[in-house]
């Protein structure tokens, strides 16, 4: 897995960029834990992995 960016990781799961948003926002304490801020662009390997197994992302 690789460093993506939000909207690129909203475009593999085919939603808006705000309905992901919304979606990362059900995970916020996941997301501080890692480092992850609302304004954090690029998410690192673990987060993406993360969110590609919870909402069954393909990359």
Partial sequence: ???MLKSELATA???STDTFRRWLH????YLRSQ???PK????P???VRYL???YD???
Avoid: H, W
């Avoid at 059900?26 to 304490?29: E, V």
């Avoid at 954090?40 to 998410?43: E, P, Q, S």
């Fill in 57 to 59: 992302i393909e990359v």
């Fill in 1 to 3: 897995m690789k460093a």
């Fill in 40 to 43: 954090t662009k690029v998410l």
């Fill in 13 to 15: 799961a085919g939603v």
């Fill in 26 to 29: 059900s995970d916020i304490d």
């Fill in 35 to 37: 480092g992850i801020t």
């Fill in 52 to 54: 590609c197994e919870k």
């Fill in 45 to 47: 390997p673990q987060v």
